[in-house]
C-alpha cells in the first residue's frame, strides 16, 4: 500500500510540472493570455505556440508577444493569417471576415495593425549582374509589347551589343538600341554578353547581365557603366 502511495505521488508531480510550466510561460498579448502551450523562454512564450483567450492564435512568439509568422482566430469568426511584429500584425497578412454572407478580405502589407494597402507585384527579377555600375529596368506603359535595351558609358549611349538574346520577340537594332518587337510569351527572359572598354582605356571588362520580364507592357531597360 505504502509502495503504491509513493508511485501514484511521482505520477502527479509528473503531470503537475508540465502544467505548471505551461501556467508560468506568459503570454503579454492581453486577448491570448488565459492558456498557453509550446516553447518558452524566461518565463515568456518564445518559438512556437498556442495561445488562447477572448481569441485563439497559433505561430510564433518573440519574448511572450506574437512575433513572426502566424495565424489568429478572433471571437467574431474573423481571421488574421500572415506576419506579425511585437504582437501586432505587421508585413504581409491576409484578414477574412463574413459581412451580410459574403467574404469581406484585405489581403496585402499591415503596419502597427492597420491595413496600408495592396502588396506590390513583383513584374521584373534580375538573375545575374556581372561588370554592371547599375541599371533601371521600368515600365513604361501598360499599353506596349516591347523591351528596350540600351547601354550607357560615362553619361553618353553606346550601341547595344549584337550578342543579346530573348526567348521571345523580333529583334530589332535601331539607334544603339536593342529592340524586342511583339513578344509573344512572358515571363520574358534576356540574356546579354558584351565587353566594355575600362573609362581610362587599353583593357576591356567582359559584362554580363541577364534579366526576366514577368508582366506585358512597355519596357525600358538602361545599363550604366
Not at 501598360?142 to 540600351?150: E, L, M, P
Not at 553606346?158 to 539607334?175: C, D, E, R
Not at 546579354?192 to 567582359?206: D, R, V
Request: with cysteine; hydrophobic share 35%; aromatic share 12%.
Amino acid at each position: 500500500m505504502k509502495t503504491l502511495k509513493i508511485i501514484s505521488f511521482f505520477i502527479i508531480i509528473f503531470i503537475a510540472i508540465p502544467i505548471y510550466a505551461q501556467q508560468s510561460c506568459k503570454v503579454l498579448k492581453a486577448d491570448i493570455n488565459e492558456q498557453y502551450q509550446g516553447e518558452c523562454s524566461k518565463g515568456l512564450a518564445h518559438g512556437k505556440g498556442i495561445a488562447k483567450g477572448i481569441n485563439t492564435y497559433e505561430g510564433q512568439f518573440k519574448k511572450g508577444l506574437p512575433h513572426g509568422k502566424g495565424m489568429i482566430i478572433y471571437a467574431d469568426g474573423s481571421t488574421y493569417s500572415g506576419n506579425w511584429k511585437k504582437g501586432m500584425r505587421n508585413g504581409e497578412g491576409k484578414f477574412s471576415k463574413i459581412v451580410d454572407g459574403k467574404d469581406s478580405i484585405a489581403d496585402g502589407i499591415w503596419k502597427n495593425d492597420k491595413f496600408v494597402g495592396q502588396k506590390k507585384v513583383k513584374e521584373y527579377d534580375v538573375i545575374k549582374k556581372v561588370a554592371v555600375t547599375r541599371y533601371m529596368i521600368r515600365k513604361i506603359s501598360d499599353k506596349g509589347n516591347q523591351v528596350t535595351v540600351r547601354v550607357k558609358k560615362n553619361g553618353m549611349y553606346v550601341a547595344t551589343t549584337n550578342n543579346i538574346n530573348g526567348s521571345s520577340g523580333n529583334l530589332v537594332f535601331s539607334q544603339g538600341r536593342a529592340i524586342f518587337e511583339n513578344i509573344a510569351l512572358y515571363p520574358f527572359t534576356c540574356d546579354m554578353n558584351y565587353s566594355i572598354q575600362n573609362t581610362m582605356g587599353g583593357t576591356s571588362t567582359s559584362v554580363e547581365f541577364r534579366f526576366k520580364i514577368l508582366a506585358k507592357g512597355d519596357w525600358l531597360v538602361e545599363l550604366y557603366h
